[in-house]
């Protein structure tokens, strides 16, 4: 069964830095797009970062210039770096890839930014 595990989330301050971790297990994530997404009270899941298989990364507007999406193959893992996070930034964060055309959603992992 296809597994996708983030982990690295957690309570922090303004300004502070995070690095997110999406591991995958029985999916080799280097030959898929990894996407992130973030959930906030109250409001829709939304899409804020990709890295493609090809290595090519787009960003949301708001997650230019502080958050990164890199990958280590190695460990079948993709990586969300964030900085100088904001209260804004809280909520639950997950990762997607997509198989076979099929869709696969990692459980998410909480982010809280206090000011």
């Known amino acids: 069964q296809v597994q996708l595990v983030e982990s690295g989330g957690g309570s922090l301050q303004v300004g502070g830095s995070l690095r997110l971790s999406c591991t995958a297990s029985?999916?080799?994530?280097?030959?898929?797009?990894v996407m992130w997404y973030r959930q906030t009270p109250g409001k829709e899941r939304e899409w804020f970062a990709v890295?493609?298989?090809?290595?090519?990364?787009n960003y949301a507007d708001s997650a230019k210039g502080r958050f990164t999406v890199f990958r280590n193959n190695e460990k079948n893992t993709v990586y969300l770096e964030m900085n100088n996070l904001e209260p804004e930034d809280t909520g639950i964060y997950y990762c997607?890839?997509?198989?076979?055309?099929?869709?696969?959603w990692g459980r998410g992992n909480q982010v809280t930014v206090s000011s």
């Open positions: 997607k890839t997509t198989n076979r055309k099929r869709k696969y």
């Open positions: 029985r999916i080799v994530l280097s030959t898929n797009g």
């Open positions: 890295v493609a298989s090809g290595g090519a990364r």
